[in-house]
Structure formats: structure tokens, C-alpha cells
């Protein structure tokens, strides 16, 4: 599974940033919940090509940066956007094998966690990584993104093959220390093939552990179904669950 995440993102590396724009409003979202204290040392993961990096540079200029990412692709358009920046360190990891040499004052991470899947229930490792009174905020999808696809999938009945999404109360239970809050934005699309593609260019499009993809023609009628649906655009939710850890 794991492969199949990381090969989709060095594919979309390249045209990852035309189809961003969920990514960049979450990016500003969540920057917002960043503290104002200065920390000295910040870990970025899953930074892509740095959409929410640049929030990092900009709130925590004497900041030593490390931005991680598992795509190396991701990794290369990173470095190139932060090259004249020698606090910033870029390199290619998975944060599930990632070993630091020193502890940070701050991670983060942007709609990337949710990659994690089963392992999203296992972040306590990331607490051993905060020196004391460190902090943690994420952002990641949530259990209703993309409501409307699932609908006009169960309609027809198809299996919709999108990744299952943590809910709310799911993350409260497990982490019963740390805080969240969700938001739901609706962005419209010209068409359901526009959507689709926009996986695609993101990198985003792999789908759930056994799921067996539609027949091509299913797959239209599907596309066909939905688009009939709305005159003009057609819209679909994300579902954000942005959290927040203080290491005391
Ligand atoms: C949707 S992109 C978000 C990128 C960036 N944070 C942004 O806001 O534009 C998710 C990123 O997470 C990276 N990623 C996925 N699983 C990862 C893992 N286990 N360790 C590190 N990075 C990972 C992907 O390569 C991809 O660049």
C-alpha cells in the first residue's frame, strides 16, 4: 500500500500545485492555530512541495526547519523552492521510520497524516519527538470528505474505492489529551471528471486496500450520473480535522 502512495505522489509531484487549492486554504487554516511563541527548531511532515512550508519561513524566520517528505520527487521541487534558505532542510523519509538526532519545539504537518491510515491511531511516537512544552497541529481529512461521490457511488450501487477517513469522536477517544477541531469546506468542481483528474494531478488518487476498480464504462456512467446532478458546477466536501498536542 505504501508503495502504491508514494509512487502516486512522484507522479503528481510535477503538477501537484495546479490542482492544490484545498491543500492551500487548509495550509492558511492551519497556520492560523500556530503559536506565536518563536521556536528554534520545527519538523514539517509530509511538506510536498512546500505550500505550508512557506507559512513556516515566513511566522518562524530564525527557525531551523527540517521538512520531510516520503515522495523524492516532492522532496526535489521542495529543495529547489527553498534553496537560497540554509536554515531549511529538505530530505526524503517516512515519518514511521524517521529517527531524529534532536528533539523540536513544533511539528507540523498539512493533509498528509491521513496517509497513515491504521498507523494515524499510533502517532503517540510523535510526543517522543517534542521537547517539553513542544507543540504539535495537524491537519487532515476527515470521515465526510468527499460525501457526494460516496452518495452518487451508493446510488449506483459502486463501491466508491476511496480511502476510509478517521472520524472526530474516533480521534477524541485515542487521543483524549490532545484537542480538535473540524471544519467542512465545499469546493466546486466543473464537471465529476474534473474532480477525478484533480486526483490525479495531486497524486492523491490511491484508492483503498481491496478495492477492485470499476469497469471504464461504469466509471462514466458514474461520472455521467453526477454531472447531471447540477447544472454548472458540482460540489464536494472536505472534511478538516485540525489537532493540536502541548507537550507538558
Ligand atoms: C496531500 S500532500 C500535502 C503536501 C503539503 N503538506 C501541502 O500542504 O501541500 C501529502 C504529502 O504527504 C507525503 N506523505 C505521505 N505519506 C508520508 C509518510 N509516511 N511520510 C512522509 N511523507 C508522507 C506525500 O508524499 C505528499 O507529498
Avoid at 511566522?59 to 537560497?84: E, H, K, T, W
Amino acid at each position: 500500500m505504501k508503495e502504491r502512495i508514494v509512487q502516486r505522489f512522484q507522479a503528481g509531484a510535477k503538477t501537484y500545485e495546479q490542482s492544490a487549492d484545498i491543500q492551500r486554504q487548509v495550509a492558511a487554516n492551519l497556520s492560523k492555530h500556530l503559536p506565536t511563541i518563536s521556536p528554534k527548531r520545527i519538523l514539517e511532515i509530509g511538506c510536498g512541495t512546500g505550500i505550508f512550508s512557506q507559512y513556516l519561513v515566513s511566522l518562524y524566520p530564525q527557525a531551523r526547519l527540517n521538512l520531510l517528505d516520503i515522495s523524492s520527487a516532492m522532496v526535489q521541487i521542495c529543495q529547489q523552492r527553498f534553496s537560497s534558505y540554509p536554515q531549511i532542510q529538505v530530505s526524503c523519509c517516512d515519518i514511521e521510520l524517521f529517527q531524529a538526532d534532536e528533539k523540536f519545539d513544533l511539528i507540523v504537518s498539512n493533509m498528509t497524516l491521513h496517509w497513515l491510515q491504521d498507523n494515524l491511531y499510533k502517532m503517540d511516537f510523535l510526543k517522543n519527538l517534542l521537547n517539553q512544552g513542544g507543540g504539535l497541529f495537524f491537519s487532515i481529512l476527515g470521515e465526510n470528505s468527499f460525501l457526494e461521490w460516496k452518495q452518487i457511488c451508493q446510488d449506483l450501487q459502486v463501491e466508491d474505492g476511496l480511502l476510509r477517513f478517521p472520524s472526530l469522536a474516533s480521534l477524541r477517544g485515542y487521543y483524549p489529551q490532545w484537542r480538535f477541531t473540524e471544519e467542512n469546506i465545499i469546493y466546486c468542481y466543473h464537471s465529476a471528471y474534473a474532480f477525478l483528474h484533480s486526483f490525479k494531478q495531486l497524486g492523491t488518487q490511491t484508492s483503498r486496500i481491496g478495492y477492485q476498480p470499476m469497469t471504464l464504462s461504469r466509471l462514466r456512467q458514474v461520472i455521467r450520473h453526477f454531472d447531471a446532478q447540477s447544472f454548472e458546477s458540482i460540489k464536494m466536501t472536505y472534511h478538516v480535522l485540525y489537532g493540536n498536542y502541548c507537550h507538558i
